[in-house]
């Protein structure tokens, strides 16, 4: 298993970038694009881009087929190239074998959140997950169902661990924690401040064109 290259941007007290991702021979790509809010404190910090390759990802194995790819944070020992986010997250990149039971530990002080993107499994033993999928909308008067398979996100509570079961190909998923900032957000596009206030004026700077604090 290989993590793709990363790229890590603190926007902070503004940056503006392009994304052209390449892709294969078809013009295919295979990504993920995750925000992570910055407490009021540091919105205006100066901005930072970190461009990171896939060998640079350090990944670890047990004798039962799990894999993790260590985007940022700790996880087994070793730690991510992604660092100096104020939410202190966890990215994991998992893959846990056909069959196979794992224990996953979480810290209590975290949110957690799970994206399958490859195979298919079960999310037991620890608070209960909600299975949201992205493509489709779920039956509303169905019972509470945690069978999770590809392009599902799952939330969950509070908790010290949770416990993955996969399925019969295997599951591969996202494992993201952090640590919550519990500040109020005002998001519009590609700007998220603390207020309807804040955000009218990063608008108005970006309409101006001094938008960009630092050159």
Known sequence: MTAG??????????????EMPKGDNRGRTHGFQLWANLPASLKMTDPHYQDIPASAIPEVAEDDGTRVCIIGGEFWGK?????GVAADPNYLDIFVAP????????????NASAYVFGGAGTFRDASDPRAVLTEQAADAN??????????????FDRGDQIVVQAGDE?????LVSGK????????????VMNSQEELRQARSELQAGNFIKHR
Not at 79 to 83: I, K
Not at 100 to 105: F, I, P, W
Not at 180 to 191: H, K, L, M, Q, S
């Open 5 to 18: 290259d990363v790229q890590w941007m603190t926007a902070g007290s503004g940056i503006l970038h392009q």
């Open 79 to 83: 730690g991510g190239p992604v660092e």
């Open 99 to 110: 069959g196979q039971r794992k224990h996953l530990k979480i810290e209590t002080t975290r």
């Open 142 to 155: 169905s019972p509470a169902k945690y069978d999770v398979s590809n392009h599902s996100l799952v939330l």
């Open 170 to 174: 295997g599951i591969r998923f996202l």
């Open 180 to 191: 919550p900032i519990e500040e109020p957000v005002a998001w519009y596009g590609p700007i």
